[in-house]
């Protein structure tokens, strides 16, 4: 009896802490669209959404997102194109072709990368990349777009290859081997049968990446310039995040409304990215 | 499913015992400080002064809580770097004392009661890069740079170069206060917008073409501070005001509110002929 009870006080004080991270979920997702919506309401959605201009301190202010929305588009696209191709034969190569010394110095390698804190990738880009493309495409300011997507790009290299590496090191042996008896060379049998045996594996990886350069804020911030330009590549432009983040200290009035809207805007993406996620996962338990 | 109804039951007490726990101990802490403050309104004052605010008033407000803390043993001086907009917020919701803010109220803050005291003056350096052979421009040149108009250093005398304009995030004491004195309000074109007086200075410091704005007391020798229609900004030419480009330093309180006891005596500490070479030692002038 003793130990019935005992049982079921632990059992409480389990849900209790289970309890606090729904109750997280919930008071921010609350938070946020109660926070976000009367801007919205006042700007009016159709206006905030696909406003081009943004100017919040203007003495007749405007608060179009759209330069946003398209800059975090643009930037995290980038990011995948440049990140996936060398995080995804980077994972190839660890899971199925590297000896196991270069395997253990490469992947230590990654963690590491894994580990740098965001601000340290926004001062080394801020101090090294901004003046390294000043120089090299002989424009003004280094400060831009192309700029955020190098750094996004090697942020999101760790999570892509670390679960890449896991899907495909799932992949049954027996499918290579079948493979390889058959006649097809090492490089074929990765290529034709361990990667579209991982590919939701792969999938979900790519997914990942996207969540992580969507939502990062300070090392965009340190060198995309922050201006609310319509994004170009060699033009300084201000993501969601950054847009939130760089007000937010001194706003005031609907200014911070507004912004509170954008971090809603932001939360739907990311739930969104979330979603299709686990999808993703499931697809990939079912088969 | 009896279980299961008692354990959930057991959790929600649980949780309600944390949060009553949680806010029982806040109130005993806030009560404990009020009685402080009520019983010992002056003389061997003990208690809390909070500030908030302005992030360009970081060595002012710095210098002077030291001096105040060394003065009054018995008092804590904290002081949270917000911004000025964050400040003047926190002042209307009562979450500090005193506000800070490195623009003057604008009057719809006024009119919602807040009550502001002049502490210092700031001026607002103009720096470009140390190899940029520009010395000196006027107000005029100065806004049609950073309108735009003027594209390229060669215009206003320097070598030929695209200017590079470096400004601060919108909401920034130093953007309005910038904007507001060269008339240029909204129609900045800025290449770069960063959030933080250092990070000005250091892009300015690393591109030869740029040109942006920093508080006069944090301008190091990485940059050079160039003079504005003949007249270098220093102390001497913020305090007669032959030097143009300058702001106010302002202390936010709310009005028809006293100010705690210990609240008090800093805001009177901070005004207070003593201060005066404090605050100038923080590179600001003093208002007095």
Known sequence: MKNKVFETIIHGVFLILGLITVGCVLLITVYLI???????????????????????????????????????????????????????????????????????????????????????????????????????????????????????????????????????????????????????????????????????????????GVGRAIGEAMAVMMVAGNVANMPSLFQSVRFLTTAVASEMSYSSGLQRQALFSIALVLFLFIMLINATLNFFLKRNKEE | ????????????????????????????????????????????????????????????????????????????????????????????????????????LKDEEKESGLKETVLAYDGIAIIVN?????????????????????????????????????????????????????????TCNYKQELTSTGDVITTVSSNPNAIGYASLAAVKDNVKAISVGGVAPSEATVKDSSYVIQRPFVLVTKEGTALSGAAQKFFDFATSDQAVALISKAGAVAAK
């Not at chain 2, 320097?158 to 904007?179: L, N, P």
């Open chain 2, 130 to 186: 140390p190899e940029n052979s520009v010395a000196d421009l006027t107000i005029e040149q100065i806004a049609s740079i950073f309108t735009g108009k003027v594209k390229n250093w060669s215009e206003v005398g320097g070598a030929d170069g695209e200017i590079v304009v470096i400004g601060r995030e919108a909401g920034s004491g130093t953007r309005d206060g910038f904007e507001s004195i060269t008339k240029t309000e909204g």
């Open chain 1, 34 to 208: 109660i926070s976000g919506i009367p801007a919205i309401s006042k700007i009016g959605l159709f206006e905030f959404l696909f406003g081009t201009k943004w100017a919040s301190t203007d003495a007749e202010p405007s608060y179009g997102i759209l330069p946003f929305i398209l800059t975090s588009i643009y930037g995290t696209a980038g990011a995948i194109l440049l990140g996936v191709p060398v995080g995804f034969l980077t994972a190839v190569y660890l899971a199925k072709i590297a000896p196991a010394k270069i395997r253990t110095i490469v992947s230590n390698a990654v963690s590491l990368l894994a580990g740098i804190p965001s601000v340290v990738y926004g001062l080394v880009g801020m101090l090294v990349l901004i003046p390294g493309i000043r120089t090299l495409f002989d424009i003004p300011d280094g400060a831009s777009l192309l700029a955020a997507i190098i750094v996004l790009a090697i942020m999101i290299l760790p999570s892509i290859i670390n679960v890449s590496i896991t899907a495909l090191e799932a992949v049954p042996k027996e499918y290579e081997d079948a493979s390889l008896a058959l006649g097809a060379t090492p490089v074929e049998t990765y290529f034709r049968v361990s990667v579209p045996a991982a590919k939701s594996g792969i999938a979900a990886a790519v997914v990942l």
């Open chain 2, 1 to 104: 499913m009896k279980k299961k109804i008692f354990v959930l039951m057991l959790a929600f007490v649980l949780a309600m015992a944390m949060v009553v726990g949680c806010s029982s101990e806040e109130d005993s802490n806030s009560g404990n400080t009020g009685a402080a403050d009520g019983t010992t309104p002056s003389a061997a004052a003990s208690g809390k002064v909070s500030t908030d605010g302005s992030t360009s008033m970081e060595e002012v407000i710095g210098v002077l809580g030291e001096a105040f803390m060394q003065e009054n043993s018995g008092i804590t001086f904290t002081y949270n770097p917000t911004g000025s907009g964050s400040g003047i917020q926190a002042v209307q919701d009562g979450r500090c004392d005193i506000g800070l803010s490195s623009r003057s």
